[in-house]
C-alpha cells in the first residue's frame, strides 16, 4: 500500500529555524533601546565618513636593531662617571648561553643600591682600600641597561625568530647614525647582514605597535565609552585613528593625556595609604610565563619610586607579614590588581629597595590587560601627530540617505524583473524577503562586534545584496528551469548543483577579500569585513532557508511533483 508522503512545516525544518534565530538575535542587537539620557536608539555605529567627527594620525617614535659589545667595554663606560679616580676591571666570565659577570675593582665610594638600579644584581666586597664589584648579568642584560642609560628611555631586547641572536627596541626616537656614535663609545657595533647592510630599521616591532593599539583602545574607550575604536596601524610607524562624533580638540585632548595610575598599600582592613603614581614607572616590559606556568608582567620604578615603596613596606608592616598588606595598583581610582608581596622580596626590601617587579597573574588574558594598565595610557613609545583634522557629517549622511535609497529601488527592481521573468509572486516574496533578512542580520552583526559602518560598509552592504541575489536566481533558475517543476528526486539534484555553484562563487569572494582584512586599513579593511561576513551569512544561512522555503511554498501549490515510487 503506498501512503502520502507529508511534507515537514516549516517551523520544524532546521534551516528555517536557523534563520528565524539569526533574524531575532540581530533584531534585538540592533534594537531600538532606550536610555533616559539618549531616548531611543540602535546599537549600530557609523563611521566617521557618515557621523562626522575628528581624525588623528601618529608616528611612532623608534628604532629596531642588532648591536654587539663586550660587557666589560660597557660597564666601564657607564661608570666612568660614577667614579673619579676610576675603576679597573678585573675580569669577566661568560659561558655559551651568555650568562656571565664582570669584576671591576675601585678606590672610590662604591652605591650597591646604584649599582642594582643600573644592572640588576651587583655584589660589593672590601679588599683592604679597595672595593671589588661584582655584576652578575647576562650579555644581553648589558646590553640593554647600556642603551636604556644612554638614550633615558625604554630598550626591549628581542630573540630574533627563526635565528640565533637578538635585536633591541629603542622606544625613542633616534637614526642610525646617532646610534653608531653611541656603541662606539662602548668600541661596540651595529651588526649587519650576510650582504653587508646594517640591521637597522625605523619604527617598532609588530608587539609594540599592537601594545600602543591596545593602550590606545583602553584609554579611548573608557574617555568615549567605545569598546574598540577603529585604530589601525600603517606599518611599522604609524597608526590612524577615527573618532566619530567627537571634534578635533577632544580627541586630540584623549590622545595625549594619560590616566591617573596609583599604587598604594593595605596598612589595615580598612585602610589604605599612597606610594606613588604612574610617573614612578620606567617601563613596562611584554608579559612572561614561569616555569611553574603563572604569567607575569615586569615593569621597574625609577629610584625615587622604588624608595617609596620600601619605606611605604616597612612602615606598613608589610616586610614582616606580607600576607595581611597587598600592594593595590588602581587605574583612575579603580583597583586593577591586589596581591600581597612575595616572601622574598618581603625580606629584601628590609635591606634595600627593589627597582625590577613582576606582577603576577593565573592567566595570559589578565597578564596582558594588566600590562595595558600599568601604562596608565602612557603609550610604550613616544608618538607624534602628524596629520589631523575635522569631517563634516552633512556630506557622509547624504551619501548614506542615498545608499539607502538606492538599495531599495534596486530591490523593488530587481523584484519586478524576477516577477516578469516567472510571473510567480511565490518565488518573488520569499527572495526579497530573503534579501532582506540578509542584510538585518549582517547590520545585527556589526552592532553586536562594534562594527562601525562607514560609507565603504555601506558599499559592501549593496555588493553582498547583488551577491545574494544572484545566487538565489541560480537557485530559482535550477528549480524551475524553462517554466517547468521537477519531481522531488530531480529537485533535490538540482538543489545541489546549485549550491555547489553557490559554494564555488562564494569562496572565490572570501578568498579575494581576505587579504584586504589583514593587509589593508580604514576603509578597504570595512569592506572586506562587510563582505565577507555578508556572504558567510548568505550561503550557510540565507540559501538554505530560501530553498526550504521555495520548495515548500511549491510543494504546497502543488507545483513539485511528489516522488511516490519510494
Do not use: C
Not at 536608539?41 to 588623528?56: A, C, K, M, N, Q
Not at 584609554?219 to 589601525?232: A, C, F, H, S, Y
Not at 593587509?519 to 569592506?527: D, I
Amino acid at each position: 500500500m503506498i501512503e502520502e508522503k507529508k511534507e515537514t512545516p516549516l517551523y520544524k525544518n532546521y534551516k528555517v529555524i536557523l534563520l528565524i534565530l539569526g533574524l531575532l538575535i540581530s533584531i534585538a542587537a540592533i534594537g531600538p533601546w532606550y536610555s533616559a539620557d539618549e531616548g531611543f536608539y540602535t546599537r549600530i555605529s557609523y563611521g566617521l565618513d557618515i557621523e562626522g567627527g575628528s581624525w588623528i594620525q601618529l608616528k611612532l617614535d623608534g628604532a629596531v636593531a642588532s648591536v654587539d659589545a663586550n660587557p666589560e667595554n660597557i660597564v666601564s663606560k657607564m661608570l666612568e662617571n660614577e667614579y673619579p679616580n676610576g675603576l679597573v676591571i678585573v675580569g669577566s666570565n661568560f659561558d655559551s648561553s651568555g650568562n656571565g659577570s664582570v669584576t671591576f675593582t675601585t678606590t672610590d665610594p662604591v652605591n650597591e643600591t646604584r649599582l642594582d638600579y643600573l644592572f640588576g644584581n651587583a655584589t660589593v666586597k672590601q679588599r683592604g682600600a679597595d672595593t671589588e664589584v661584582t655584576i652578575t648579568a647576562s650579555k644581553v642584560s648589558f646590553i640593554t641597561s647600556y642603551l636604556s642609560t644612554a638614550y633615558g628611555a625604554e630598550v626591549i631586547p628581542y630573540a630574533i625568530r627563526g635565528a640565533n641572536g637578538y635585536e633591541w627596541e629603542i622606544r625613542k626616537a633616534t637614526s642610525m647614525e646617532e646610534l653608531t656614535t653611541i656603541m662606539s663609545a662602548a668600541n661596540g657595533t651595529i651588526l649587519k647582514d650576510a650582504s653587508g647592510n646594517p640591521l637597522y630599521r625605523d619604527g617598532t616591532t609588530k608587539e609594540t605597535m599592537q601594545t600602543t593599539i591596545d593602550v590606545l583602545n583602553n584609554k579611548l574607550g573608557n574617555g568615549l565609552g567605545i569598546k574598540d575604536l577603529p585604530i589601525q596601524a600603517v606599518g611599522d610607524e604609524y597608526i590612524l585613528i577615527d573618532f566619530a562624533g567627537v571634534d578635533l580638540a577632544e580627541a586630540r585632548k584623549l590622545v595625549e593625556t594619560p590616566g591617573k595610575f596609583e599604587i598604594r598599600i593595605q596598612v589595615d582592613a580598612n585602610e589604605t595609604a599612597h606610594i606613588l603614581y604612574g610617573d614612578s614607572v620606567v617601563s613596562v616590559n611584554p608579559v612572561g610565563q614561569t616555569q611553574g606556568g603563572q604569567w607575569y608582567v615586569p615593569f621597574t620604578l625609577n629610584e625615587q619610586g622604588a624608595m617609596a615603596l620600601q619605606q611605604a613596606a616597612i612602615k606598613a608592616g608589610a616586610t614582616t607579614d606580607p600576607n595581611s598588606h597587598n600592594l593595590i595598583m588602581l587605574l583612575d581610582d579603580e583597583v586593577i590588581y591586589s596581591a600581597p608581596l612575595s616572601s622574598s622580596a618581603a625580606a629584601q626590601l628590609r635591606t634595600g629597595p627593589i627597582y625590577s617587579w613582576q606582577a603576577t597573574t593565573s592567566t595570559y588574558e589578565e597578564a596582558k590587560e594588566l600590562q595595558i594598565h600599568l601604562r596608565a595610557g602612557a603609550l610604550p613609545v613616544n608618538v607624534e601627530i602628524i596629520g589631523s583634522g575635522q569631517v563634516d557629517a552633512a556630506l557622509g549622511s547624504g551619501f548614506l540617505k542615498g545608499a539607502i535609497i538606492t538599495a531599495f529601488f534596486a530591490m523593488i527592481a530587481v523584484a519586478l524583473l524576477i516577477f516578469n521573468k516567472y510571473r510567480r509572486p511565490e518565488i518573488v516574496i520569499p527572495m526579497v524577503g530573503t534579501s532582506v533578512a540578509e542584510v538585518v542580520m549582517l547590520l545585527g552583526f556589526a552592532a553586536l562586534v562594534g562594527q562601525e559602518l562607514d560609507l565603504a560598509s555601506i558599499a559592501g552592504i549593496i555588493a553582498v545584496i547583488g551577491t545574494g541575489v544572484d545566487h538565489l536566481v541560480i537557485i530559482t533558475e535550477e528549480v524551475v528551469h524553462q517554466g517547468k517543476t521537477p519531481s522531488e528526486k530531480v529537485y533535490s539534484a538540482r538543489i545541489g548543483k546549485a549550491f555547489m555553484i553557490i559554494f564555488g562563487a562564494a569562496a572565490t569572494t572570501v578568498v579575494a577579500m581576505t587579504p584586504l582584512v589583514f593587509l589593508g586599513f580604514g576603509a578597504l579593511k570595512g569592506f572586506a569585513v562587510v563582505t565577507i561576513v555578508g556572504v558567510l551569512i548568505g550561503v550557510l544561512i540565507a540559501r538554505p532557508a530560501y530553498s526550504a522555503i521555495l520548495k515548500y511554498i511549491l510543494t504546497k501549490k502543488g507545483l513539485v511533483d511528489e516522488d511516490l515510487s519510494e
